[in-house]
């Protein structure tokens, strides 16, 4: 399976980074395929390095911009004129996407998947590993949309909820992903 991961570029305290290690160890040894934003930087690189030690294939997708952080040993690395086609490309290339803690452009790009799924552009699943709580918040404002009728699909239609690395390959074996 192809696994597109968003994650944060920026170095994180082991609370994050832990867990991030853990889901790119499962992954690299179910065989999966991680295709991710390319970069050797942070929470990204901790993600690529233990998906290649555990014996996955990598699949990059960098923004000419950051191409200079571009991960050195990746399988395939396909550059993109811009942030928006990268995100096109990383969809293209999931069968599954997985949303790990991260910023602002982790926060665009869960969103703008949610929106594609929400309007029936794509069915992937969408899990998201709240760690630490991380999402908590996100996931509050989600469920108040749901609520308060903003939203076409229930809510469990568009995304999972993890708290573990290994519950978020449990959701994608329920899926049939």
């Given amino acids: 399976m192809n696994i597109c991961v968003f994650c944060s570029a920026y170095s994180l305290d082991d609370r994050y ?8 160890r499962l992954l690299g ?19 690529a ?7 996955g294939r990598l699949v990059g997708v960098l923004v000419e911009l950051l191409a200079h952080k571009g991960y ?4 395939e690395l396909v ?19 997985v949303v790990l803690v991260g ?9 703008e998947v949610l929106e594609l799924k929400k ?5 992937k699943p969408v899990v998201l590993l709240d760690t630490e709580g991380f999402y908590d918040g996100l996931r509050a404002q989600l469920e108040r949309m749901e609520t308060e009728g903003f939203l076409p699909r229930p ?20 899926t049939g992903s």
């Fill in 72 to 75: 050195q040993g990746a399988d």
């Fill in 29 to 47: 040894e179910a065989g999966h395929t991680l295709v991710w934003g390319g970069s050797n930087a942070g929470l990204m690189g901790v993600l």
């Fill in 119 to 123: 309007h029936g552009l794509h069915d």
């Fill in 49 to 55: 390095d233990g998906v290649r030690a555990a014996g």
């Fill in 17 to 24: 980074t832990a867990p991030a290690a853990e889901f790119a």
């Fill in 103 to 111: 910023g602002l452009g982790t926060l665009d790009e869960v969103t």
């Fill in 79 to 97: 550059m993109t004129r811009d942030i928006a086609e990268r995100k096109a490309q990383l969809l293209m290339r999931a069968d599954a996407i």
């Fill in 155 to 174: 809510l469990g239609e568009l995304v999972h909820f993890a708290t573990t690395p290994a519950e978020v390959f449990e959701h994608l074996a329920k």
